[in-house]
C-alpha cells in the first residue's frame, strides 16, 4: 500500500471520516509592545561586518538534552545516579536506549500544558517524569553518542548550547509558535488560525531575503495562506543550497510525523531516530557543500522536549503575554531544555559549550541584530535572553569542514510490524495519529498544497 492511501485509511479508521478544518481566528489577551529600534549589541562587531549573510534553522521534534546529549563532555548532563520514583514510590535509574531507535511499545510521553507538564516540573525539583499519567520508563530513556553518529559529531564539532530551554511549559505548536512570532496565542495543539506578527513580516518590511522550507506538513499554515508566497518544499531548499541562490535567512522543516507509520524523520516519537539523523546530515552537507558556507550560521534544536527526562530546572523569564497563567511578577516559565547545536566557520571547536540561557527567540534575537530589526515582543527584546553572537569567533572563523558521517536513511515501519516490547504495568497503546496528522487534514493545509508551486512531476 503506498503512502497516501496508508495515511488516508489510519485517517478514516483512526481520526474519522470527516476532515478536520482550520475554523476560529486564535487571540490574544493585550500586551505590552516591546522597545522599537534595533536591540543592543552584545558584540564589539559591527553587524554588517561580521560576515554572516545567511541564517539556517532546522528545528527537530520532541527530545530533550539529557536523553539526546546528556554524555557531552563538559555540558551539564545527566548527573551519575539520577533515578527517579513512579507512582508507587519504586525508583528507576535513568537508562540507555542502545539500539531502540523507534520507542515502538512505550507511551509517547506527555507533556501537556498544565498538571501534567507541572507534575514532571515539581516546584523546580525535576523529579516527577514517571508521576505523569500515562507515563512508563521510556521517558526516562537516553541515547549515548554511538546511537546518534551524525548528530553527536556535530554536537563536538561545533558550539552546542546547555541551556538552551522550550520557550513555553507547553506542547508542540505553542513552542514552534515562539519560534516565529517570540510568543504563542495557544497553549494547547489546536488549529486556530493564527493572527500574530512573525518575522517573516518584518523581514519582508526590510526587504530581507526570506523561505520557509518544509518536508510534508507547512506549519506555516496555521497563517492560513499569508505566507504561500514565501514557502517551497524541501527539494527547492537543496536546488536553493546547492546553486548560492539561498535567501538571507531560511527555517527548514523535516518531514512531520503524522502516525506510527514509520514515516517521518523529526525525530518525533514514534519515528526512527536513524532517519532523524539521515535528514540532518542531509541538511548539514548540502550547506556545507554549498557556496554560501562561509558567510553561513546553522542553527539545530528542537521544538520541545517531548516529555522525555531533564534534571535542569527552567527559569523564569518575562513573558510576552498573559496567556501562560502561569506568572510570577510577569515572568513565566520556560519549558525544559532541548538540545541545541550552532555550527558555522564562527563557532567551530571541539567540544565547545555554550551555557547561556537561550530559548527559540534567541534565534530572533540574532537575526534581528544582523539586519538591524526591532524586536517582536518583550521577549526577544529581553537582557535576560541571550543572543549567541555573543559567543561567536568573530576574528578568526574557521570555514574548513570536519569530516562528518554521511548517513542513508532506513526504511520506516510502523510500530504493529515491529513486535511486541516491555511496556509497564497499565500503560496504553501508543495514539494512533499526532497533532501533524490533524493539521495535515485541515482545509487550509489541503490549499496549500493544492497549489502549484508544490505539485512537481515525480
Known amino acids: 500500500m503506498d503512502r497516501r492511501r496508508f495515511t488516508q485509511t489510519l485517517f478514516t479508521t483512526g481520526l474519522g471520516a ?30 554588517l561586518k561580521s560576515g554572516i549573510e545567511h541564517v539556517v534553522v532546522v528545528v527537530m521534534e520532541n527530545r530533550s538534552f539529557d536523553h539526546f546529549l546528556g554524555w557531552l563532555p563538559s555540558s551539564n548532563g545527566i548527573p551519575a545516579g539520577l533515578s527517579y520514583a513512579d507512582t508507587s514510590g519504586a525508583s528507576h535509574g535513568v537508562y540507555s536506549l542502545g539500539s531502540d531507535y523507534t520507542g515502538c511499545g512505550h507511551n509517547v510521553p506527555n ?31 537516553y541515547y549515548s553518542a554511538a546511537e546518534l553518529p551524525f548528530f553527536s559529531a556535530l554536537a563536538q564539532a561545533y558550539t552546542t ?8 511549559l507547553a506542547e508542540t505548536f505553542p513552542n514552534r509558535m515562539f519560534l516565529w512570532a517570540a510568543q504563542t496565542d495557544r497553549l494547547t495543539n489546536t488549529l486556530s488560525v493564527s493572527e500574530l506578527p512573525t518575522i517573516f513580516d518584518t523581514l519582508s518590511d526590510a526587504g530581507i531575503s526570506h523561505r520557509y522550507y518544509f518536508g510534508n506538513v507547512p506549519f506555516l499554515a496555521l497563517w492560513g495562506l499569508k505566507y504561500l508566497t514565501v514557502s517551497a518544499d524541501f527539494d527547492d531548499f537543496l536546488s536553493d543550497v546547492g546553486s548560492g541562490t539561498l535567501p538571507a535567512v531560511s527555517f527548514v522543516d523535516p ?4 502516525f506510527d507509520d514509520g514515516l517521518g524523520n523529526d525525530d518525533h516519537p514514534h519515528s526512527d531516530i536513524r532517519n532523524g539523523e539521515a535528514f540532518l546530515s542531509q541538511v548539514f552537507h548540502a550547506v556545507t557543500r554549498g557556496p554560501k558556507w562561509s558567510s553561513t550560521v546553522m542553527v539545530v534544536t528542537f521544538d520541545e522536549w517531548g ?30 531544555r532541548v538540545p541545541a547545536v550552532i555550527a558555522s566557520p564562527f563557532t567551530r571547536g571541539n567540544n565547545q559549550v555554550d551555557s547561556t540561557v537561550y530559548d ?19 521577549r526577544d527584546a529581553s537582557s535576560a535572553m541571550g543572543n549567541p553572537v555573543a559567543k561567536f569567533n568573530f576574528s578568526s572563523p574557521n570555514t574548513s569542514v570536519p569530516s562528518l558521517p554521511s548517513l542513508g536513511t532506513v526504511s520506516g515501519r510502523p510500530c504493529a510490524l515491529l513486535g511486541p516490547k516491555a511496556v509497564s504495568p497499565g500503560a496504553a497503546p501508543a495514539p494512533p495519529s499526532t497533532e ?23
Open 255 to 258: 518531514k512531520f510525523t503524522e
Open 161 to 168: 548550547c546547555d541551556h538552551w530551554f522550550a520557550p513555553i
Open 18 to 47: 470527516v476532515g478536520i478544518t482550520t475554523g476560529c481566528v486564535a487571540r490574544v489577551p493585550p500586551h505590552p509592545a516591546p522597545p522599537p529600534g534595533p536591540l543592543p549589541n552584545p558584540t564589539k562587531v559591527s553587524p
Open 436 to 458: 501533524f496528522a490533524n493539521l495535515s487534514q485541515s482545509q487550509t493545509v489541503r490549499d496549500w498544497l493544492s497549489r502549484p508551486q508544490f505539485k512537481k512531476p515525480k
Open 307 to 336: 516529555g522525555f527526562f531533564d534534571h535542569v530546572s527552567p527559569p523564569r523569564v518575562v513573558a510576552p503575554n498573559s496567556l501562560d497563567a502561569n506568572l510570577v511578577n510577569g515572568a513565566a516559565l520556560l519549558g525544559l
Open 111 to 141: 507533556n501537556s500544558y498544565g498538571a501534567p507538564n507541572l507534575t514532571a516540573y515539581d516546584n523546580g525539583r525535576m523529579d516527577g517524569f514517571l508521576r505523569v499519567p500515562g507515563n512508563d520508563i521510556y521517558s526516562i530513556g
Open 360 to 378: 527559540h527567540t534567541a534565534i530572533l534575537k540574532l537575526i534581528e541584530w544582523r539586519w538591524g530589526l526591532s524586536p517582536l515582543t518583550l
